[in-house]
């Protein structure tokens, strides 16, 4: 299976910017459809952004036009740029790694991100 491993949350004022990378291994990471969701507390867990193996990407209505995810799947690793934050955006955001083929999903075990002045 694969391990991830997220970093990059912290602390930004809003109108800020944030990249969070996701560090993939035990696994080839052609292997999966990848994606960044965000937790609140009592919110449902949201879907941030997903892209392919082929990098096909997709976000949610909220994020559109300010995040960006690419990853590189030479160095196994999956990052999520985020620009113009609010506080809205404030969660505990996970990498998730969807196997094509098996349908499993892996995650790791997510990185706070703050948006306040």
């Known amino acids: 299976q694969v391990q991830l491993v997220e970093s990059g949350g912290g602390l930004v004022q809003p109108g800020g910017s944030l990249r969070l990378s996701c560090a993939a291994s035990?696994?080839?990471?052609?292997?999966?459809?990848m994606r960044w969701y965000r937790q609140t507390p009592g919110k449902q867990r949201e879907l941030v952004a997903r892209?392919?193996?082929?990098?096909?990407?997709n976000y949610a209505d909220s994020v559109k036009g300010r995040f960006t995810v690419s990853r590189d799947n030479t160095v196994n690793m999956v990052s999520l740029q985020m620009n113009n934050l609010t506080p809205e955006d404030t969660a505990v955001y996970y990498c998730?790694?969807?196997?094509?083929?098996?349908?499993?999903?892996?995650w790791g075990q997510g990185t706070q991100v703050t948006v306040s002045a």
């Open positions: 998730n790694a969807d196997d094509r083929f098996s349908f499993t999903n892996y």
């Open positions: 035990g696994s080839d990471l052609r292997r999966y459809n």
């Open positions: 892209v392919t193996p082929d990098g096909d990407t």
